[in-house]
């Protein structure tokens, strides 16, 4: 097979179709730019949950003079019962989960109260001896939090124990819901792209027709008459996926670690790195998509 005729094949046929060719780039560069950002959530969201679960903490909430239960019937937690906490956490039994802990009084508790709540009129309506003192527990492994929890849930003087992760569940599972919800955008967004491929061929192979059945009464190959439609449609695939591939790199660099990485300095954020590893599965989706779509076409719909 003659490289340089299928080449001229291939520009004749992307310089007929420019208009056909310009709408692949375009809904190519659109379905694949959906298609990154969905990867770059998804490797967020695993950042995340590693970066977020290692600072995940248990806190031991006790008694205050509000408190409701049965484990709470003295009201504000006593002396010795907040000493026959700190003794379990020490004691043999939980010691060995245990990486730090501290214990936090009503005073600290309302200070940071203050903090998160500034400017908002409820922090004028609470007082110290209404919020919980607490024992902030860092875990060895935070996934063996339950036996925490068993183990001093319902003890006179503990309100309750709380897995701070369980929060970050329902804010993982909020992230997990848009990034499905952009592959599934991107997925209609590569049908559209593949069935606008197959027809840009199919337009291409029709306008074509009269030198295609010259060619096949010479003796070409079906390889041959092939070859070039495949090439046209992997072609303007390509630019699209090199347009996606840019404004991912670019979103990561100006959006993520430009504007919010000078805001947010405590999270662990997607970097060029990651950008420029989504950039090669952009190009691979969009040139086997298009090689599929382009081979599927010609080889159904073109007669000759």
Not at 24 to 41: E, H, N, R, W, Y
Not at 191 to 218: D, K, N, Q, Y
Request: charge should be neutral.
């Amino acid at each position: 097979m003659r490289l340089g005729l299928v080449l001229s094949e291939v520009a004749n046929g992307l310089r007929r179709n420019a208009s056909m060719v310009v709408s692949v780039v375009l809904v190519t560069f659109i379905s694949l730019t959906f298609v990154g950002a969905a990867i770059l959530m998804q490797m967020q969201i695993g950042q995340m949950k590693n970066f977020w679960y290692d600072k995940a903490q248990v806190g031991i909430y006790l008694c205050s003079d509000i408190s409701p239960g049965e484990t709470c019937t003295g009201g504000d937690a006593s002396p010795e019962q907040i000493a026959a906490v700190e003794a379990q956490l020490e004691g043999p039994t939980l010691a060995q989960f245990i990486d730090t802990y501290y214990f936090e009084t009503h005073e600290q508790a309302f200070e940071n109260f203050k903090k998160q709540f500034a400017g908002n009129p409820v922090a004028d309506y609470v007082t110290a001896d209404q919020l919980n003192q607490t024992f902030w527990v860092n875990l060895k492994d935070p996934s063996k939090s339950a036996v925490l929890v068993e183990s001093l849930s319902g003890i006179a003087g503990v309100e309750n124990v709380t897995d701070q992760r369980k929060y970050l569940d329902q804010i993982f599972s909020v992230l997990n819901v848009a990034s499905y919800t952009a592959i599934g955008i991107a997925g209609l967004m590569l049908i559209a792209a593949a069935l606008l491929i197959a027809t840009t061929i199919r337009l291409s192979a029709f306008s074509r027709r009269r030198e295609l059945g010259i060619m096949r009464l010479v003796g070409a190959s079906n390889r041959f008459i092939q070859t070039p439609f495949i090439l046209e449609g992997v072609f303007a695939a390509l630019l699209g996926s090199l347009l996606a591939g840019g404004a991912i790199v670019a979103l990561v660099y100006f959006f993520v670690q430009g504007y919010l990485g000078a805001r947010l300095t405590g999270f662990a954020l997607v970097g060029m790195d990651d950008a420029l590893v989504v950039v090669p599965i952009l190009l691979v989706v969009g040139a086997v998509l298009a090689a599929f779509s382009a081979n599927f076409a010609i080889t159904r719909y073109l007669k000759v």
